[in-house]
């Protein structure tokens, strides 16, 4: 009885100093863990991109995973870059570094990384295994333990662009847009030997930044126009004329035409690069010149930078960035020949000229 009538004392008032400490402790390196566990989840289930080139890789981005499904599903509804009935992706993670897999024929984890030319080094560890079945809820974990993962960024070179002006006296050239060189980003998962590089694999390479083309007006205009103009000038600097000096300040400005405008204006460009040259003459082999090849230049500036290794995070790849590579056939990794004919068939069959797959770039934001 006198047990039971005892005052009762709460748990902590019954541990002495050093039995508080120790819990105490303790249940700050559980939080730890449990932070620690949380955050290496959020890391693993990070996302670098979508269809439409999320420009980040970051493991703080929560969103990004459902974003990325999400293009990925538009992208195979509306048969962006060449997808086609069939094709389905599943998401690999390489070192916290995540991409799409698209393939026609994903069955087992061996044939995601077949189809995403995804090779294991000895020590890699990967869940699930090999042979685990794929849907596109499956997410591939690779962990290179030895690996450091590297980002450079490199320079894309722009194009010249001339288009004629016929506010200009012949043989006059203005420069309406400075060229301002892109950034391509390429994330790399490096294994070392001491001071020196075993291998090097590409995670992801895309357009970070697209180029900004040098447009340089040429003068059109007649022996007349010229007079006219120099007579426009000289009004203007006498002050007898507000209206001409309006005029002139026009005909001096930086470009002027939208975007759907530009396309009718897009004016001409000399290749810069072997791909382009490639390019240039299987283009006009189709009757695709001048303007239509300025409107190729454009395209593939933006989609890939002209790169033959572009990566994006989305899954596409190569300078046409093709939904899957694979599609583009043998020598698709490496080869600009073979992915440019890819690029120009596909080009031909849904869009007609490059010109009009241009114009639904710049509406769409693919094509």
Not at 16 to 44: C, D, E, F, M, W
Not at 280 to 292: F, H, L, P, S
Request: with cysteine.
């Amino acid at each position: 009885m006198a047990e039971h009538s005892r005052k009762k004392t709460g748990f902590f008032t019954r541990l002495t100093r050093k039995q508080a400490i120790i819990l105490i402790a303790s249940v700050a390196a559980l939080a730890l863990l449990i932070v620690g566990g949380v955050a290496s989840n959020h890391l693993y289930r990070s996302t670098t991109g979508s269809v439409q080139k999320i420009t980040a890789f970051s493991a703080s981005e929560e969103s990004a995973s459902q974003v990325a499904a999400a293009d990925a599903k538009a992208a195979l509804a509306e048969g962006r870059n060449g997808v086609t009935e069939g094709t389905s992706y599943t998401k690999v993670v390489i070192n916290g570094h995540a991409k799409l897999v698209f393939g026609t024929n994903l069955t087992d984890v061996q044939s995601v990384l077949q189809q995403g030319n995804i090779t294991l080094q000895p020590g890699d560890s990967i869940t699930p295994s090999l042979t685990t079945k794929v849907t596109e809820s499956t997410v591939i974990n690779i962990v290179s333990a030895g690996d450091t993962v590297q980002t450079v960024d490199t320079p894309i070179p722009f194009n010249t662009i001339q288009k004629d002006d016929p506010n200009l006296p012949v043989g006059v050239r203005q420069v309406q847009t400075q060229g301002q060189p892109g950034v391509m980003e390429t994330t790399n998962l490096v294994q070392m030997s001491g001071t020196r590089q075993v291998s090097s694999n590409t995670i992801a390479s895309w357009v970070k930044k697209v180029p900004v083309n040098e447009v340089i007006l040429v003068g059109t205009g007649t022996t007349s126009s010229s007079s006219n103009s120099r007579a426009s000038n000289a009004n203007s600097n006498s002050g007898s004329s507000s209206n001409s000096h309006s005029t002139s300040s026009n005909s001096n400005s930086a470009p002027r035409s939208s975007s759907s405008s530009s396309i009718t204006n897009i004016g001409t460009t000399v290749p810069v690069g072997n791909p382009q040259q490639i390019a240039q003459t299987m283009a006009a082999a189709r009757g695709w010149t001048g303007a239509q090849f300025t409107c190729l230049v454009e395209l593939w500036q933006r989609e890939s930078g002209w790169r033959v290794t572009a990566e994006n995070p989305s899954g596409a790849y190569g300078i046409p960035q093709a939904l899957p590579g694979s599609k583009m056939g043998p020598g698709w990794q490496s080869s600009a020949t073979v992915q440019i004919s890819w690029g120009l068939g596909y080009i031909a069959s849904r869009y007609g000229t490059p010109c009009g797959a241009w114009s639904h770039e710049l509406s769409a934001g693919w094509y």
